[in-house]
């Protein structure tokens, strides 16, 4: 079975600051990968998707991440971030090729500070 | 597109109670999903629906809880009875192309 790490669980950044979110993720196998968004008081989103090709993926909202299979991760970044960015972040991941659910990692609580 | 609909928002309930949640996905979505997130983790995928056949439910409570698709569009997922633990907000998403998910905005179930 697979799993997924988020290495902080609570960041707190400056407004313009860089962020870089940490995922490791633990799968045998070609996986898909997953970063998805939670506004306060929202439903979840996605923010961006890796299946194959590229390793770098742009998502909206100005981020990024970067797939580097040697080491089983998917981090997310930005390179200016904006108070409207506070929000939950999660990882996900689930066995490539196919529809089957995700597994995802216990999120990073971004805040962002005016 | 409308997006996945669930109800009720938001329910409270005793233990050894029981309870319903229902989700109508985004239309034309042959794959639904029910996860269950407790406070301060990830989703946790409970069953997984192909049209109207169980595709994945090695994660679902069988004792307690139970899930069915009829007519491979709405679904509803129980807890009979409900136990403290089960306090955590259950997710319904639906999918089109087997890749991406898209999330309604939840149930919240408190059981006191």
């Known amino acids: 079975a697979q799993s997924v790490s988020q290495h902080n669980h609570h960041v707190i950044l400056s407004e313009a600051a860089s962020l870089e979110l940490g995922c490791n993720y633990s799968y045998g196998g070609t996986v898909n990968l997953f970063w998805y968004v939670q506004y306060p008081g929202q439903h979840l989103q996605l923010l961006l998707k890796?299946?194959?090709?590229?390793?770098l993926v742009k998502g909206i909202k100005g981020f990024e991440a970067e797939f580097i299979k040697s080491k089983f991760s998917f981090n997310l970044r930005k390179p200016s971030v904006q108070w409207s960015d506070t929000a939950e972040y999660f990882c996900a991941v689930n066995p490539g090729g196919g529809a089957d659910g995700l597994t995802f990692g216990k999120g990073t609580h971004l805040i962002i500070q005016p | 597109e409308a997006g996945v609909a669930q109800s009720p928002r938001y329910k409270i309930i005793e233990k050894r109670q029981s309870v319903a949640f229902w989700c109508n996905p985004i239309s034309g979505h042959a794959t639904l999903y029910w996860y269950q997130q407790i406070l301060g983790q990830g989703p946790k995928l409970l069953i997984q629906?192909?049209?109207?056949?169980?595709?994945?439910d090695s994660q679902l409570p069988k004792d307690r809880f139970s899930a069915e698709r009829l007519k491979g569009v709405d679904s509803t997922l129980k807890i009979q009875p409900a136990k403290l633990e089960d306090s955590a907000v259950y997710l319904c998403a639906s999918s089109h192309d087997l890749y991406e998910q898209y999330f309604g905005p939840g149930t919240r179930l408190t059981v006191t």
């Open positions: 890796y299946f194959s090709g590229d390793p």
């Open positions: 629906f192909q049209n109207n056949g169980v595709v994945d």
